[in-house]
């Protein structure tokens, strides 16, 4: 059983490849938590994590972190990365973070809006842009050899329509909601001058936009030099560092 101190739990991660686990990863080495990493890989024939992680948490989803308090024998267990992001800095007790000043409470208005936009991208990455690149994984699949062939022609049509009308347009929005978003930030992140939680979370849709393809620096130049700027961290190659030490392989993200 890990050990722990009345003031900082002891965190484990559950860390699967090609996937959301990564950002976590990033997020404890900016936070410089202390952590225990397990890695897992994916199936080869499926490209699914399995049952592996079920034993831990009962939907066997990635990334999960085990917390462990002090005085407690067995660990609090956290899914959701949206969650686990927030809780992390909130442990740290970094202000520059989560932008909040436990120690002053008279913020002025442009700190609560800097705050609102936090909260609002900590969802967003997950609730919206996720949702339509999931739908572009489907599309892509419907679209492969692995579809009967008896139904290839219906599922390749329905792909296509699916793509026209709807992953096309949506994802070429959300592309220049944020490269926006990136131009009126007041600062090198989504929230202003500091990284925080909301580019933690941002980070893993965009690579997925970027290896699909769909992150044109021609056409979202300051949203391509945004992600450039988080990947050139120092704690985001500490991070891609340590999972190709325990693993050899590399952190990058395929959807």
Aim: hydrophobic share 40%; glycine share 4%.
């Amino acid at each position: 059983m890990m050990t722990s101190t009345t003031e900082n739990p002891k965190i484990v991660l559950h860390w699967l490849e090609q996937s959301r686990s990564q950002r976590i990863l990033w997020l404890l080495e900016e936070l410089n938590v202390d952590y225990e990493l397990k890695t897992y890989k994916r199936n080869k024939l499926t490209n699914l994590a399995g049952s592996q992680l079920k034993s831990i948490h009962p939907l066997g989803k990635f990334p999960v972190i085990e917390i462990y308090f002090a005085g407690q024998d067995e660990p609090v267990v956290l899914a959701e990365s949206g969650a686990i992001v927030e809780y992390l800095i909130e442990i740290s007790n970094n202000p520059t973070m989560s932008l909040q000043d436990r120690e002053n409470q008279s913020t002025t208005g442009v700190q609560k809006a800097k705050f609102l936009r936090l909260k609002y991208f900590l969802h967003y990455a997950e609730g919206s842009i996720m949702n339509v690149l999931l739908i572009a994984v489907m599309i892509t699949f419907l679209r492969t050899s692995r579809v009967f062939l008896l139904v290839r022609p219906l599922a390749k049509a329905i792909a296509w329509q699916l793509d026209q009308q709807y992953v096309k347009p949506s994802l070429s929005d959300h592309l220049s909601f944020l490269n926006n978003q990136v131009v009126t930030s007041d600062g090198g992140f989504l929230c202003g001058e500091n990284l925080t939680g909301a580019d933690i979370m941002m980070a893993f849709p965009l690579e997925v936009l970027k290896a699909r393809g769909n992150l044109e620096p021609q056409t979202y130049p300051e949203l391509t030099t945004y992600l450039e700027r988080l990947q050139q961290r120092d704690a985001y190659r500490r991070a891609a560092q340590k999972i190709s030490d325990q693993t050899g392989k590399t952190s990058d993200v395929v959807l």
